[in-house]
T-cell receptor, first 115, second 114 residues
Framework: AQSVTQPDIHITVSEGASLELRCNYSYGATPYLFWYVQSPGQGLQLLLKYFSGDTLVQGIKGFEAEFKRSQSSFNLRKPSVHWSDAAEYFCAVGAGTGTASKLTFGTGTRLQVTL | ETGVTQSPTHLIKTRGQQVTLRCSSQSGHNTVSWYQQALGQGPQFIFQYYREEENGRGNFPPRFSGLQFPNYSSELNVNALELDDSALYLC?????????????FGQGTRLTVV
């Protein structure tokens, strides 16, 4: 069975600073990988996804992520954080074709942005 | 904002009662998945419905059941509610068939069991 680890429960960065949120997955084959963002009491918004091909994927709101098979990682990055980026971020893995909605999520990383 | 809508947004139930949550999928989508998100946790997959049949289930007991209707909307039913069922319930719609697609989530239903 697949699993996702987000090692950082809480991260604080200053507005304008760069950001990297870590995600490690466990799955025997090529996974489908996703990053979602959740504001308090809200649903999940898809930031970006990786299915195949180029290992550096671009998403919305200036986010990008890099798939590294050798490290089983899919870290999320943003070069300059805005105060509105404060939220909970979830990494998720889907196992195979047609399973983009049968997702295993990590426990999330809460991002705080200081002004 | 996605086209996935959930109702109600909040509700409070008593332990032992039954509850029904509803989800309307995004236009063009044929699959609905349900997730439970306890406070401070990531969402956990409950089950998925495709063509009105259950198409995969997570580690949840049979008192969690569902339906999908011909218009692809869906219901989640939970019987014999327990205090630990208190959570945000998220619905996600997607399209199976036709290549890779992602899931789009609704805003969720906050269930409190007292």
């Amino acid at each position: 069975a697949q699993s996702v680890t987000q090692p950082d429960i809480h991260i604080t960065v200053s507005e304008g600073a760069s950001l990297e949120l870590r995600c490690n997955y466990s799955y025997g084959a090529t996974p489908y990988l996703f990053w979602y963002v959740q504001s308090p009491g809200q649903g999940l918004q898809l930031l970006l996804k990786y299915f195949s091909g180029d290992t550096l994927v671009q998403g919305i709101k200036g986010f990008e992520a890099e798939f590294k098979r050798s490290q089983s990682s899919f870290n999320l990055r943003k070069p300059s954080v805005h105060w509105s980026d404060a939220a909970e971020y979830f990494c998720a893995v889907g196992a195979g074709t047609g399973t983009a909605s049968k997702l295993t999520f990590g426990t999330g990383t809460r991002l705080q942005v200081t002004l | 904002e996605t086209g996935v809508t959930q109702s109600p947004t909040h509700l409070i139930k008593t332990r032992g009662q039954q509850v029904t949550l509803r989800c309307s999928s995004q236009s063009g989508h044929n699959t609905v998945s349900w997730y439970q998100q306890a406070l401070g946790q990531g969402p956990q997959f409950i089950f998925q419905y495709y063509r009105e049949e259950e198409n995969g289930r997570g580690n949840f007991p049979p008192r969690f059941s569902g339906l999908q209707f011909p218009n692809y909307s869906s219901e989640l039913n939970v019987n014999a509610l327990e205090l630990d069922d208190s959570a945000l319930y998220l619905c996600a719609s997607s399209r199976l068939g036709g290549g890779h697609t992602e899931a789009f989530f609704g805003q969720g239903t906050r269930l409190t069991v007292v």
